[in-house]
Structures are given as C-alpha cells and as structure tokens.
C-alpha cells in the first residue's frame, strides 16, 4: 500500500514558477514509476510527466517540455515537479501517481483507474 500527499500548488502570475512535492509513504517506493497528472475544469484527467522507477529516465507531454522538470528522491520517498514560465492554460489539479515497477509510456498512455496509487491532488491556478 502506498499514499501519495502532494502539495505545493497556489495561485500565481503567468510567467512565474511553482514546485510541486508529493510525498510517499509505504514500502518499495523505489520500485514504483512516479507521474503527475493534472485535470482542468470540465476536462479529462491528462498525463504531466513521469519518472521511471530507476530514477534515470523521464518522460514529458509535449505541452511542457522545456518548462516542467520532474524528479525523485528515493532516500526520502519525495517526487517534484518544478514549472517555470506558467501559462494560464496550466490551471488545473495536480495529481501525483504511482504505478509499480512500469515502464514510462505504460504510465503516460494507461488509463488512471489502472495506475495502483493517486494523491488527492493540488490546485494550481495560473491568472492572466
């Protein structure tokens, strides 16, 4: 059993930046590919970014490469994600996922009611 606990959202300025923190708790966090989700109002829950379960490789939706970062610290059970140059269209709920010992684009492309574990989300909100 895992739970996720993400925090870091607010409200800022286009153009500004947010760290997103999820922290784990639970066994093996080190076996589990960790991703963020977000959802918008009105919209599908849509795949963010991923970090592989060995920590050396990443995976992003196009519409944030070169402005989020995704990372992990397995010593402490954390995963981030930092945003930079934030446009309003990134308003939504961030969900931080985990999914045991997955391959990145299983994670991306996977339905959300198949990936084992989901945080409860934050908002983030972006003004004009």
């Known amino acids: 059993q895992v739970q996720l606990v993400e925090s870091g959202g607010g409200l800022v300025q286009a153009g500004g930046s947010l760290r997103l923190s999820c922290a784990a708790s639970?066994?093996?966090?080190?076996?589990?590919?960790m991703g963020w989700f977000r959802q918008a109002p009105g919209k599908e829950r849509e795949f963010v970014a991923a970090?592989?379960?060995?920590?050396?490789?990443?995976h992003y939706a196009d519409f944030v490469k070169g402005r989020f970062t995704i990372s992990r610290d397995n010593d402490n059970s954390m995963v981030y994600l930092q945003m930079t140059n934030l446009i309003p269209d990134d308003t939504a709920v961030y969900y931080c996922?985990?999914?045991?010992?997955?391959?990145?684009?299983?994670?991306?492309?996977?339905?959300?009611?198949?990936?084992?574990?989901w945080g409860k989300g934050t908002l983030v909100t972006i003004s004009s």
């Open positions: 996922a985990a999914d045991r010992l997955a391959a990145l684009n299983t994670v991306a492309t996977k339905s959300p009611s198949a990936i084992n574990y």
């Open positions: 639970g066994d093996n966090f080190g076996t589990y590919t």
């Open positions: 970090v592989h379960w060995l920590g050396t490789f990443t």
